[in-house]
């Protein structure tokens, strides 16, 4: 199983851009990248999702090196309202059984 | 509005009981998924199941048990709650894509 690490916590200024960055040494070849924000009693939910170089849509960015060791979300201008957790993901998400283990998660906390 | 309904959505529990957590959802997914969330901590997987009639073992899965009969359902089981059982529990489902899509959350105390 790919095994991620995230700092544990972050803090930001409303209008600044903000990278979060995830390891996952022994990620596998089949495995994509996924990002989810969750807010306090409430289910994860779908950022953004890579499998190599950069992704963007409408809330962020993801950032993969080729090695793809490692990978960075960046949430540009954020606001108040993006304090939450954020996890990254990493498994594979098609064809035979596999295990989704999400990490421990990032706090960002944003302030005025 | 499809999704995923668990149910209930909180419940308090003694210590031994049997206790069946329910998941459904409505969007034709083939994989479903139980995570547990202790208070300040990450999710960790339960069970899983990539399709109707398999099911697999996640993270933690002592204590528990699932079943997969038909596309939508996929109920948790807790033969014997014990209080390390208290916590919120999380179903979720996918396409095969990568974007999970999760319920409310079931809370859980074992008193």
């Known amino acids: 199983l790919a095994k991620t690490t995230q700092p544990i916590s972050m803090d930001s200024y409303e209008g600044q851009e903000v990278n979060i960055t995830c390891s996952h040494n022994n990620i596998a070849t089949n495995d994509y990248i996924t990002w989810y924000q969750q807010f306090p009693s409430q289910g994860p939910r779908f950022i953004i999702q890579?499998?190599?170089t950069k992704v963007t849509n409408e809330v962020a960015s993801l950032f993969i090196p080729a090695d793809r060791k490692s990978s960075t979300l960046s949430l540009p201008r954020v606001s108040l309202s993006d304090t939450a957790v954020y996890y990254c993901l990493v498994g594979v998400f098609s064809g035979s059984a596999r295990q989704l283990t999400f990490g421990s998660g990032t706090q960002l906390t944003v302030l005025p | 509005i499809a999704g995923i309904t668990q149910a209930p959505t909180s419940q308090i529990l003694a210590a031994g009981r049997r206790m069946t957590l329910r998941c459904t959802q409505d969007?034709?997914?083939?994989?479903m998924y139980w995570y547990r969330q202790d208070l300040g901590l990450g999710l960790r997987l339960i069970h899983y199941s990539n399709t109707a009639g398999t099911t697999g073992k996640g993270e933690v899965p002592d204590g528990y048990s699932v079943s997969r009969a038909n596309t939508d359902d996929f109920p948790l089981t807790l033969a014997s709650a014990v209080p390390s059982q208290t916590s919120v529990y999380f179903c979720a489902s996918s396409v095969g894509t990568g974007e999970l899509f999760f319920g409310e959350g079931s809370r859980l105390t074992v008193l």
């Open positions: 969007m034709r997914h083939n994989a």
């Open positions: 890579g499998y190599k």
